[in-house]
């Protein structure tokens, strides 16, 4: 079992900045690739980042990418979403998961454990 709790959410405005962390109970994190994904109600949820278990590869979504950065600092067990120039459609619940094996993946699917969520909203 493993078990992961998100934090960092909050309230800010268009243009700013945010840090989501992610940590993770449980052996070998190592062993996991990790993503982030994010939810507004009405909607499906939406494929946001991943990270390879050695976080040597990512990738991100096309409507984040060169705006958020995710990485993973193994020794504290925690992955990280760094969110720059937010935009109000970034507003959502947004959810850490962990697959097991070191490819990453963009598929909910392929996600085994998920976070409680943390809501992010982005005033204009």
């Known amino acids: 079992q493993v078990q992961l709790v998100e934090s960092g959410g909050g309230l800010v405005q268009a243009g700013g900045s945010l840090r989501l962390s992610c940590e993770a109970s449980g052996r070998t994190f190592s062993s996991y690739a990790m993503g982030w994904f994010r939810q507004a109600p009405g909607k499906e949820r939406a494929f946001v980042a991943t990270i390879t278990g050695s976080g040597g590869n990512t990738y991100h979504a096309d409507s984040v990418r060169g705006r958020f950065t995710i990485s993973r600092d193994n020794a504290k067990n925690t992955v990280y979403l760094q969110m720059n120039s937010l935009k109000p459609e970034d507003t959502a619940v947004y959810y850490c998961?962990?697959?097991?094996?070191?490819?990453?993946?963009?598929?909910?699917?392929?996600?085994?454990?998920w976070g409680q969520g943390t809501q992010v909203t982005v005033s204009s």
């Open positions: 998961a962990a697959k097991y094996g070191s490819a990453g993946s963009s598929r909910r699917e392929s996600y085994s454990y």
